[in-house]
């Protein structure tokens, strides 16, 4: 049962502002089949990309012929490493300011890595001229395993990097390393543990793809896009190619799902880039869903040892996390500059205690880059993991029930601004609140007698929390950027003559419905009904320049940039108001859309007519017209938390998994749509059960991806999908404009380890601490099979 | 992956030899050939076409002797390219003398390693299709040369 | 490569085409007749974003060849609504947020009225495993579900009118 509560509203229904459920904007288009995603668009003369890839994980190039490729009507060009060599385009720098290959001119890194693009006349056509090129490789030995990658003598991989040997990209620490290592030695209890969080890959039922459209006479490069960050691209582009930036127009369109997959540049991009540049005509590249999987738009793989300090009653004391992270052969991870593991020093999330240290070292393997995000932000959903599953270990450790040993634990609301030790600063929180309030709604003690009944009779029941914190909303820009671009986000309102409004965003939509909630923004703030406004983002000749949309930044970011860019309008609007009602400007007040004069209520102007008459009637020495920009630094992030409650029953003949309920008690701060959020929570919660229970990209010795299709890399169809419950608190952002923190990951990053809990805590009694995600039936069988319950 | 087996003969040690140094002959035998192209002495090209559960690939070997002492042992090692896919792969086989005068016990040995498309797609398939495709191979020797 | 004459209704209209013999159904429809509603997710028929109907039968249009449905009538997405009119599907998805970033949905809702027209009154369940060969990365699927219920509803609202419309006639 969820537990729908009220969420405060100031405007009616038809205005639409915060807190009202209203339909979407987007949808009429999408429900008719007339929305419009990058594959969609055909432009006049356009050809088709497709890529020659690496059968071998590792292996030196000692030729490529493409003649008999050449050959086939309809194929135009092979465009090869030495190609790019002469430009200059053979390597292009990553997010993470590491190097990656268009196309290698002598030594090939993964399986599936670019090696040639042929260029022909049809989708069919250019398939047929990949398999016609023939490429001669030398097999070189393949690292796949990360620690073997880091031992004396191991093969180094990345000769280019003298500055990184032995397949050591960086190492990273935060927190204090002997104040944490006292404080562990003193403790009553320690619990360590090493868990690995697997590469994993975001499956966005939407591929990568684009256009790229050279207009030689113009000298004008459009780039049509699938993109969560045009404006980043755009600058990326100018500074790889050399072209003007302002004649580079990058321009997305309806993108199906992105959830961090679509934020970095890929080879294909580039590769399309120049294959226009050389013919002079549009080249469109899609992937198909085996390159997808294959070759980008991976997330996670930290190899994770965490040990926690405690009193023996269990007061947490310390923790301590050695941690290496799998980056494949660069490092091309989209994580803002000064923080190479992202924000993965989080870890000690919803918990007061004074002593943390982290440290992470990036190791190269003969991998494709991994470390995009997966509906996370920034390596929250590793840490959130390492410290839910610790805070788990050790209240079963202790004999303490885990709902309590958190409360125990928990930092406490009178207690923020929360300063952590590894350097944070939480906004707000209530943690206690919201765990008491799941577990009311799934009815924890109850739940807790019936499992001990169970397990009497030797049936396998589990209970598992996870009460997390967050952080999004990159971010205040002395602290983050992303190849120096500084985190900031943006909005432009100009209100028309007639009371309509086109406002346009730095970020991009890929299905989280900003056109509805930017515009519900605008209606709260200045009275407009949502119907009559237009949101508009992802070209970035006519969007303000903005970082784009990953890590749940949009909200946090642009939103405030809406509001204020509103509140900016309201200010010209009181003035334009006084002059139109003969008032002093301090003498207005505004209520429900109009300034009338304090005192006397029916002395008032509506926004329309103020509208109206900033074209019309506006006075001496003011500028005509009512428009505003707004590029919003962010003074903190954002720190979105909440409980969650998940009841497994396993089967002891077949080691199955079946979540019997799973209750997820989030608070986002205020909310914008209710709807919207119940429905990212869901989606959420999805992509959490996702790598619990299903997904993994495993390889085999030979660095073969075993996961390449959707028959091997399991998304959880609705069948596996639990009905979720969900329920609210809210908790604003003292420092965010309107008060919201963000929602579109807190679920992804919050399920996980509610899941694994529940499985662990079936087992505990058998002796099991720990199991890797993804739990699936047959490592769940073997553990069975093992301790001798299996039946 | 690692595969090995024993194939008992009813031939002349010396004739499975020369059948199993002779391109023509035991090329015949690989699995799914369709044709054989002799460059030199230890050197030949092979074009097969092979499934692995969904997928179908058609590759292009080059074969080498690369060892070969009448009439124990001979090493044949093959690189071969499908779009996306490529193999490599050793075989050893060592003959002695059977139980029977005329008969001839053949140990072998096969190193295979599988990358790209069809070792990712094809995924758990791979190794029971590999063990069946190398079984019919020896096999394939045998009947030939009892036959 | 030669080419072969194809002929098909689609949406009640007659298209034809000269395509070569290994063009997929779903490349006829998306890059020869301009009809995009209907998407590709996956090269292996698993994500059902591409799902059509074909004489009334649900399927996967990236697994079929365009010579395969020669004669035959085929609706894709851009069928559903009359006009104005929304499908009572259509209408679900929107009432009930049932999509988000919108790439599945038109597979979905097509599959979606294949099933309700099997079996008009579907438990969840039944919807559930009626919708398990069509993937959602967005959603949870939980107001997909909703609005299958939802259309299911405003379907029989609508059959039993046109009952009692009619009995009122004979009566
Ligand atoms: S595209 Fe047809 S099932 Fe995925
Ligand atoms: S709405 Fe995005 S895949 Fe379903």
């Given amino acids: ?630 590029y919003y630094d962010p003074p903190n992030l954002t720190f979105p938390f909440g409980s969650y409650i998940c009841v497994v029953d396993i089967e002891r003949s077949t080691g199955e998994i079946k979540i019997r309920r799973f209750v997820a008690v989030d608070d986002c701060g205020n909310i914008i749509n209710p709807m919207i959020v119940n429905g990212q929570i869901h989606g959420g919660l999805t992509m959490g059960l996702a790598p619990a229970l299903y997904e993994q990209i495993t390889y085999d010795e030979n660095g073969n991806n075993l996961a390449g299709t959707f028959m091997d890399y399991l998304l959880p169809t609705a069948v596996e999908t639990p009905a979720w419950e969900l329920g609210k608190t809210i908790t604003p952002s003292p420092h965010h404009p309107i008060g919201a923190k963000g929602v579109g990951e807190s679920a992804t990053v919050g399920a996980p380890p509610a899941i694994a809990n529940a499985v662990v805590d079936a087992l505990w009694h058998l002796g099991v601490r720990n199991i890797d995600i993804p739990i699936t039936p047959p490592k769940v069988w073997a553990i069975l099979q093992e301790k001798g319950v299996a039946t | 992956m690692q595969f090995s087996g024993k194939v008992d003969i009813k031939a002349p040690r010396e004739k499975v030899f020369a059948f199993v140094t002779d391109p023509q002959q035991v090329g015949q035998c690989g699995p799914g050939v369709e044709s054989i192209e002799v460059i030199d002495e230890t050197h030949f090209k092979a074009r097969a076409k092979v499934g692995v559960g969904f997928i179908r690939a058609k590759f292009v070997m080059d074969m080498e002797l690369v060892e070969a002492v009448a009439p124990e042992r001979a090493v044949i090692r093959a690189r071969g390219q499908a779009p996306g896919s490529a193999v490599d792969a050793t075989g050893t086989m060592t003959l002695s003398q059977g139980a029977d005068a005329g008969a001839t016990v053949m140990d072998w040995q096969a190193d295979l390693t599988i990358s790209g498309t069809i070792a990712s797609l094809g995924g758990r398939m791979i190794e029971g299709t590999a063990n069946k495709l190398i079984g019919q191979a020896f096999d394939c020797i045998r009947s030939r040369l009892e036959g | 490569m030669d080419t072969q004459h194809v002929t098909v209704t689609v949406n009640g209209e007659a298209r034809e085409a000269d395509v070569e013999p290994r063009l997929l159904l779903v490349h006829l429809l998306r890059d020869v007749f301009g009809l995009t509603g209907t998407h590709i997710g996956c090269d292996t028929s698993n994500c059902g974003a591409c799902t059509v109907h074909i004489d009334g039968e649900s399927a996967k249009s990236c697994t079929l060849l365009a010579l395969q449905v020669d004669g035959r009538r085929i609706k894709t997405i851009e069928g559903m609504a009359s006009g104005a009119d929304l499908h009572p599907l259509q209408q679900g998805f929107w009432d009930q947020h049932g999509l988000q970033c919108g790439f599945c949905t038109p597979g979905m809702i097509m599959q979606a009225a294949w099933m309700l027209e099997r079996n008009p009154q579907p438990s969840e369940e039944e919807i559930r495993e009626g919708i398990s060969g069509n993937l959602c990365r967005c959603t949870g699927y939980v107001n997909i579900v909703k609005a299958i219920q939802q259309a299911a509803g405003m379907l029989s609202e609508a059959d039993t009118a046109k009952a009692e419309a009619a009995a009122q006639v004979q009566g």
């Avoid at chain 1, 994993?200 to 490069?221: N, P, Y």
């Avoid at chain 1, 302002?246 to 970095?264: A, E, L, M, Q």
Wanted: charged share 25%.
């Fill in chain 1, 1 to 630: 049962m969820a537990v729908e509560m009220e969420v405060p509203t100031q405007t009616t229904p038809e205005v639409g502002g915060m807190g009202h459920s209203v339909k979407r904007k987007e949808d009429p288009r999408f429900i008719r089949g007339a929305g419009r995603y990058i594959d969609d668009v055909v432009l006049p003369g356009m050809l088709w990309l497709d890529i020659v890839r690496s059968p071998y994980a590792h292996a030196t190039i000692k030729g490529i012929d493409a003649s008999a490729a050449l050959k086939i009507p309809g194929v135009l060009a092979v465009i090869t490493g030495a190609d790019l060599e002469k430009a200059g385009l053979h390597w292009m720098p990553t997010l993470a300011n590491d190097k990656q290959m268009v196309l290698p001119t002598d030594t090939v890194m993964y399986q599936s890595q670019e090696v040639a693009a042929v260029v022909a006349t049809d989708r069919y056509t250019a398939a047929d001229g990949v398999a016609a090129v023939v490429v001669d490789y030398e097999p070189l030995p393949v690292i796949v395993d990360p620690f073997k990658a880091m031992e004396a003598g191991a093969q180094v991989l990345r000769p280019d990097r003298e500055d990184r040997p032995n397949n050591h990209i960086w190492h990273w620490e935060s927190g204090d390393r002997d104040a944490t290592d006292r404080a562990l030695e003193s403790a009553a209890v320690r619990v360590s543990q090493r868990m690995h969080i697997p590469r994993i890959h975001v499956a966005s039922i939407e591929t990568c793809g684009c256009i790229a459209d050279w207009d030689a006479i113009r000298g004008q490069m459009t780039l049509h896009m699938t993109s969560q960050a045009p404006h980043a691209i755009r600058t990326v582009l100018a500074l790889v190619s050399g072209l003007p930036e302002h004649n580079i127009r990058v321009k997305t369109y309806d993108i199906g799902g992105g959830f961090g997959g679509k934020v970095p540049v890929y080879p294909g991009y580039v590769l399309a880039v120049v294959a226009s540049l050389t013919v002079g005509k549009p080249v469109k590249w899609i992937e198909d869903r085996s390159e997808n999987l294959q070759a980008d738009s991976f997330a996670r793989d930290y190899h994770i040892h965490a040990e926690m300090g405690a009193t023996a009653d269990g007061r947490i004391t310390s923790l301590k996390v050695r941690t290496l992270a799998d980056h494949g052969y660069t490092d091309a991870a989209a994580d803002p500059s000064k923080f190479p593991a992202g924000l993965f020093n989080v870890i000690t999330g919803s918990y007061d205690f004074p002593d943390a240290f982290v440290e992470v070292d990036g190791v190269y393997t003969n991998k494709p880059p991994g470390g995009v995000a997966y509906r996370c932000s920034f390596r929250v959903t590793e840490a959130v993991h390492a410290i839910e599953r610790m805070v788990d270990i050790l209240a079963h450790q202790i004999g303490k029930d885990p709902a309590q040993l958190r409360m125990e634990n928990f930092i406490q609301p009178e207690q923020f601004p929360y300063k952590t030790p590894t350097g944070w600063e939480y906004d707000s929180g209530d943690y206690g609140k919201a765990l008491k309030l799941a577990m009311e709604m799934i009815g924890y003690d109850d739940l807790r007698r019936e499992q001990a009944e169970k397990r009497e009779r030797g049936q396998l029941m589990g209970i598992g929390i996870s009460s997390f914190t967050e952080i999004v909303g990159a971010g205040p820009s002395h602290q983050f950027d992303i190849l120096g671009l500084k985190m900031f986000d943006s909005c432009e309102i100009r209100v028309h003559p007639t009371g309509k409004v086109l406002a346009r965003i730095g970020v991009q939509t890929q299905g989280q419905g900003h056109e509805t909630t930017f515009a519900q923004i605008i209606a709260e703030e200045l009275g407009f009904p949502v119907a009559d406004i237009k949101i508009e983002y992802g070209d970035t000749d006519t969007a303000p320049y903005g970082l784009g949309t990953y890590a749940s930044r949009s909200t946090p970011v642009a939103g405030a940039a809406t509001a204020m860019a509103s509140r900016k309008i309201r200010e010209k609007a009181r003035h334009l108001a006084a002059h139109l009602l003969e008032a002093n400007p301090d003498d207005l007040e505004w209520t429900n859309g109009k300034f009338s004069v304090k005192g006397s209520p029916d002395r008032s102007k509506t926004i329309q007519e103020i509208a109206f008459a900033a074209y019309t009637n506006h006075p001496q020495g003011m500028e005509a017209g009512l428009e505003a920009v707004d």
